[in-house]
């Protein structure tokens, strides 16, 4: 009966080590897939791969680090420096990310739109936007809470699928982590995960729409 005990109690220290783990790992991939990071990696890769017809000089570049990657992020210590936003916790977090999100894809379409921005830099910083938009939408007037994460992978992928070959499509395998980490984690449902998948493509096509009105081809 002891030894039965002692196994009993071996098995479920064991499985409770494997759960810590798995969650750590799922924590790890969600720092690792945050939108911000993933809109450097694509700005990145946009500059890297088109150049000028990117980005119309090298100070455009860091134009859109600052306002994609930078900005958004800011919400973040100032939640932590804001006795009143610190108590709200990871709401607080959440809804003001969405607004300094919002406040840098604004920025960055104005830098594009007022300092004749290439076809790259306008459907770049629309997506963003749009996508922000809906988001904002869903959060503030419908209390759907799509994932930002999902969201922050499927759209730099779609772009880059759309700009340099399918063959980029693959990372939409990212997807698959992404889903895993935040059902593990409790932080969305499947819905909210699909829905910010889904919109961020449906906003790169919006977004492709628009520019071809202001900057027709040819």
Not at 71 to 94: E, F, I, T
Not at 176 to 189: A, E, Q, W
């Given at each position: 009966m002891e030894r039965m005990e002692l196994t009993s109690t071996n098995g479920e220290r064991e499985l409770g080590a494997a759960r810590s783990v798995m969650s750590k790992i799922a924590k790890a991939l969600r720092v690792l897939l945050v939108p911000p990071v993933m809109a450097l990696f694509l700005v990145t890769a946009l500059y890297i791969g088109q150049g000028a017809e990117a980005f119309a000089a090298p100070v455009r570049?860091?134009?859109?680090?600052?306002?994609?990657?930078?900005?958004?992020?800011?919400?973040?210590?100032?939640?932590?420096?804001?006795?009143?936003?610190?108590?709200?916790?990871?709401?607080?977090?959440?809804?003001?990310?969405?607004?300094?999100?919002?406040?840098?894809y604004l920025m960055g379409a104005l830098f594009a739109l007022l300092g004749n921005g290439t076809r790259t830099e306008l459907e770049l910083y629309l997506t963003y936007l749009i996508s922000g938009a809906l988001m904002g939408l869903f959060s503030f007037a419908f209390r759907f809470k799509t994932s930002g994460h999902a969201c922050g992978v499927s759209g730099p992928f779609a772009m880059l699928g759309y700009k340099f070959g399918a063959g980029w499509f693959c990372g939409f395998l990212l997807l698959?982590?992404?889903?895993?980490?935040?059902?593990?984690?409790?932080?969305?449902?499947v819905s909210e995960l699909i829905a910010g998948a889904v919109i961020s493509v449906a906003a790169l096509a919006a977004a492709v729409l628009i520019v071809n009105r202001i900057m027709p081809a040819g």
């Open positions: 570049y860091f134009e859109a680090v600052f306002a994609l990657c930078v900005l958004p992020v800011l919400a973040y210590p100032l939640c932590a420096l804001v006795p009143s936003l610190r108590a709200r916790g990871r709401k607080a977090q959440r809804d003001l990310a969405i607004v300094f999100s919002l406040l840098g698959v982590p992404v889903f895993l980490s935040s059902i593990r984690l409790k932080r969305h449902r």
